[in-house]
């Protein structure tokens, strides 16, 4: 298991800023958040960690292999736009993960894969009274700490 210096969550919510899938606060719209979803604005993108899977050791030097889990939650006051970027999320976890580096301070991390990426979850409104919609995904990552 590598030693991150940053939590799951936040290496994937950079990826997807690097992307281009979202951007950083305080931008709009879809703004990726990590932990704690914001009042505003209507359209954001929270990750959370979740559960991760171990997956075996190495027989050499007992190092565990371990895939780390985390959730995509989006919320959004129109439904149907919002079911097609939490598409578009799950298809840029599917398509276009493999290797891509991510820089968060003076860390940099490899992001090997997604992986057991969920389907797109309707969660309904936030409250009953409530505009906005929330859908979620939950997946797992393969990534390494490079510094």
């Known amino acids: 298991m590598s030693n991150l210096q940053h939590s799951p969550a936040r290496i994937v919510a950079q990826l997807l800023t690097n992307m281009g899938v979202g951007v950083a606060p ?8 990590v932990d704690q979803e914001p009042p505003g604005p209507d359209n954001c993108i929270t990750l959370y960690n ?3 899977q171990e997956d075996g050791r190495s027989m050499l030097d007992g190092e565990i292999f371990h895939h780390y ?12 736009s919002g079911w097609v970027k939490a598409e ?7 398509k276009n993960i493999y290797g891509n580096t991510v820089k968060i301070d003076a860390s940099i991390y490899t992001v090997r894969c997604v992986v057991k990426i969920g389907q797109v979850l309707s969660l309904g409104t936030e409250t009953p ?9 939950n997946a797992l990552v393969l990534l390494d700490s490079v510094t």
Do not use: C, E, M
């Not at 305080?26 to 958040?33: D, H």
């Not at 889990?69 to 149907?80: E, I, N, S, Y």
């Not at 009274?129 to 995904?137: A, F, G, L, V």
């Open 69 to 80: 889990g985390f959730q995509v939650r989006l919320r959004t006051a129109d439904p149907k």
């Open 129 to 137: 009274n409530s505009k906005r919609h929330i859908y979620t995904i």
């Open 88 to 94: 578009a999320v799950r298809q840029t976890f599917a």
């Open 26 to 33: 305080p931008a709009r719209p879809w703004t990726i958040q």
């Open 50 to 52: 979740t559960q991760g």
